[in-house]
């Protein structure tokens, strides 16, 4: 336990950087759940790139809130990128006017097979049947394929309950809804993003790994403290023996 306590570090926020967009309407209910609470519950997951600073790979959400609530540094747990599976989300989102914007998209096409075209999503209704958007002019170019990806994520995220279902699944859709599935970034594409000034869209990329340091509840103002005080050291202490290891599934209820 205390060689995984040692992948907790208090990194200054200008150091951190984020490889996803965020969901406003889940900023603010995550914001909001940290003020109420005055603790940070789970310390978010980051990977030190090769400029020196620190990419969020899971957590988004918690250091924008952390960020936003006047916090100078940010508490992450640091892993190596040998550590870290990448993955990605399926979305799983209401039907509506969005669905039909995007199948009049100038910039793609459905289709119902792929052969060598790369697709920007696969679309699922619920009759099981699969369309695939792929781009109308070849699309060489990474950044011309992220800004697609934006435009089909931000075509239901701003406005649709997402719900967020592991890859590879093979569920279909409720009643009333479509799934949609992208491909899988391999992590020097994602660091190479980070690096040009441009982020995934918001929920898509997943990270599984190892070892998670849950529920520390940190108290939020030694985040926002100048200097780092000697509370820090001895919660430090306290959780090296506190922490428990299960080696069973769990269900984690995310509200």
Not at 145 to 150: D, F, P, T, V
Not at 179 to 190: A, D, G, K, T, W
Request: with cysteine.
């Amino acid at each position: 336990m205390t060689n995984l306590l040692s992948t907790l570090q208090l990194i200054d926020t200008d150091q951190i950087c984020l490889h996803e967009a965020h969901e406003p309407s889940r900023l603010h209910r995550i914001c909001e759940a940290i003020k109420r609470e005055g603790v940070l519950r789970h310390p978010p997951l980051g990977i030190r790139m090769r400029d020196g600073r620190y990419l969020i790979i899971d957590g988004a959400h918690r250091t924008c809130a952390l960020k936003k609530l006047g916090c100078l540094r940010i508490p992450l747990q640091v892993v190596t990128k040998e550590e870290v599976m990448l993955e990605s989300w399926e979305h799983m989102v209401p039907v509506g006017t969005w669905l039909d914007r995007l199948r009049h998209h100038p910039r793609l096409r459905w289709e119902e097979r792929v052969d060598e075209a790369n697709p920007v999503a696969e679309v699922v209704e619920q009759d099981g049947r699969s369309f695939f958007l792929v781009p109308v002019e070849e699309c060489n170019h990474a950044l011309s394929r992220l800004h697609l990806w934006h435009e089909v994520v931000d075509a239901y995220s701003r406005n649709c309950a997402v719900q967020r279902l592991p890859q590879g699944g093979g569920q279909l859709p409720d009643e009333g809804k479509v799934i949609l599935r992208y491909p899988v970034c391999r992590l020097e594409e994602l660091e190479q993003i980070v690096l040009s000034g441009n982020v995934m869209p918001a929920g898509v990329t997943r990270f599984v790994v190892s070892g998670r340091l849950l529920n520390l509840r940190i108290p939020l103002h030694l985040l926002t403290q100048q200097v780092i005080s000697d509370e820090w050291e001895k919660l430090c202490r306290q959780w090296s023996d506190s922490l428990r290891l299960y080696d069973e599934p769990v269900y984690y209820c995310e509200v």
